[in-house]
C-alpha cells in the first residue's frame, strides 16, 4: 500500500535515487579492489628485489675498492722504503 500512495514522479525519484548509491557502491567497491590489488601485486616486488641486490653488490665493490686502496698505498710505501734503501746501498757502493 505505501507504494500505492507514492505518485509516479515520487517512485521515478526514488528508483533514480537507489540506481545512483548502488552505482556508488559498486564503484567504491572496485576502486577499493584496484587499490588493494596494487598495494599486493604491483607494487614492483621484484624491483625492489632487484634493487637489493644492486645496492649489496655496490657495498661489495667499494668494500673492494677500499681493500684494494689500501693495499695500493701500503705497496706505495713499501716501494718507497725499497727505493730509499737502494739509494743508500749504491751511495754505499760507490764510496
Given at each position: ?71 695500493i ?18 751511495k754505499?757502493s760507490?764510496?
Amino acid at each position: 500500500m505505501a507504494q500505492d500512495d507514492k505518485s509516479a514522479e515520487e517512485q521515478l525519484h526514488d528508483a533514480t535515487w537507489m540506481w545512483v548509491q548502488r552505482t556508488v557502491v559498486a564503484a567504491v567497491l572496485i576502486g577499493t579492489g584496484f587499490v588493494g590489488a596494487w598495494f599486493q601485486y604491483g607494487d614492483a616486488v621484484d624491483l625492489r628485489q632487484e634493487n637489493k641486490e644492486l645496492q649489496d653488490t655496490i657495498v661489495d665493490l667499494k668494500n673492494q675498492r677500499e681493500t684494494l686502496s689500501t693495499r695500493i698505498a701500503r705497496e706505495q710505501r713499501d716501494k718507497e722504503v725499497c727505493q730509499r734503501d737502494l739509494r743508500e746501498l749504491e751511495k754505499e757502493s760507490a764510496e
